[in-house]
């Protein structure tokens, strides 16, 4: 369960990572090359992994999620 979390955690880590350093590039270049695309593209790639297992922990009972206010 704390392995779950950390990988969490540290997914969104390189996230924060990678809009920084698209926002950096896109800055520097100017919008002549192409890293500020590469960047952001690797940061969605990284957001849909979070999610993703996020889902897994909870389908498989790793983690729990907090219950819904409307029971």
């Keep these: 369960m704390l392995f779950v979390k950390f990988i969490v955690i540290l ?3 390189f996230i924060v990572i ?3 350093s698209g926002l950096f590039f896109l800055v520097k270049d100017k919008g002549q090359t192409r890293r500020t695309v590469n960047a952001l593209t690797f940061r969605i790639g990284l ?3 979070a999610i ?3 889902i897994f922990a909870a389908a498989t009972g790793m983690i ?3 219950p819904s206010p409307l029971q």
């Design 18 to 20: 990678s809009l920084f």
């Design 52 to 54: 993703l297992v996020v």
């Design 64 to 66: 729990e999620l907090n």
């Design 47 to 49: 957001s849909v992994l």
């Design 11 to 13: 997914l969104l880590v």
